[in-house]
């Protein structure tokens, strides 16, 4: 990973700015507050350096609200866009569907979005991974 995102995206991620969610990078919630996994995190960054425009609107469920994509290559409000890829990654951190593994020793060798999504890990701990492990 490039150093200087992933100093930015650890900041972020402890920063207790983001509130977090799940199963999609980034989901107005029914109360209308933001909620953002990990990775849609990253993508939030990337916005506010001009790497990719704002997401849209891809769904909205009014008992879990309104969820948004951004332009990607991979077609899925969950997937990172290939813009964002190579603004942060090597390409070996990445695997298809833009799903962000972490390097050896990957603790059970699981993609980030199911530490964030399945494992119940919160963006503290998840920056503590990403700063080992990429």
Request: proline share 4%; hydrophobic share 30%.
């Amino acid at each position: 990973m490039r150093k200087t995102v992933k100093k930015k995206w650890l900041e972020a991620l402890r920063s207790g700015e983001y509130k977090q969610g799940k199963r999609t990078l980034r989901r107005r919630e029914p109360n209308g507050e933001w909620s953002f996994c990990c990775l849609g995190v990253l993508c939030d960054l990337a916005v506010k350096e001009g790497v990719i425009d704002e997401p849209i609107l891809a769904g909205n469920r009014t008992e879990y609200g309104s969820w948004q994509t951004y332009p990607n290559d991979w077609g899925s409000t969950g997937s990172l866009p290939g813009k964002v890829v190579d603004w942060a990654f090597t390409k070996k951190e990445v695997q298809r569907e833009g799903r962000v593994e972490l390097s050896d020793p990957r603790p059970d060798g699981i993609h980030l979005s199911h530490w964030n999504d399945q494992r119940g890990k919160n963006f503290n701990e998840i920056a503590d991974l990403i700063e080992v492990h990429l």
